[in-house]
């Protein structure tokens, strides 16, 4: 199991997107990807958002849920690691002047507006861009329903 110890990387937030957008092609939420990887809904969560970086076993009960090759999310993490998009969000909320912690709720239950919520609306946004610019509709519209 993934321990919180490990920091999140420009690759993990990748890897939380592509994650994300087999979920969107198979129109999974995160708790029916938690009941059907058998990973518990908070790790889940957690995971998803970036508060854990998740480890082998995780990964592959996530892609059998998706019913899709473990490869196949990789490859895409891989090759959403590049995009200028991610990378500058990722620096943008990682960047060691900002020390607040991410919470998950304010006190009136709204996400802060630099929560990873946030993050991955900013950076799905980006993916429908490109997709756009790319002709790629399919995809447009996949980022565009995953967005929170």
Known sequence: MA??????????????????????TREM????????????????????????????EQLRRIAIALNIPLSEIVADAERLSTDPGIQEDYARTSSPTDSSPVSDDD????????????????????????????GDTEAEQEAYEELP
């Open 3 to 24: 321990t919180g110890k490990k920091k999140p990387t420009v690759e993990s937030k990748a890897l939380s997107i592509a994650i994300r957008r087999a979920m969107a």
């Open 107 to 134: 006190a009136d239950g709204e996400r802060s507006p630099d929560s990873d919520e946030a993050v991955t609306k900013r950076a799905l946004g980006r993916l429908m861009d490109l997709a756009a610019k790319h």
């Open 29 to 56: 939420k995160t708790p029916g990807l938690a009941e059907a990887s058998a990973i518990p809904y908070g790790t889940m969560r957690k995971i998803l958002e970036l508060n854990t970086v998740a480890d082998y």
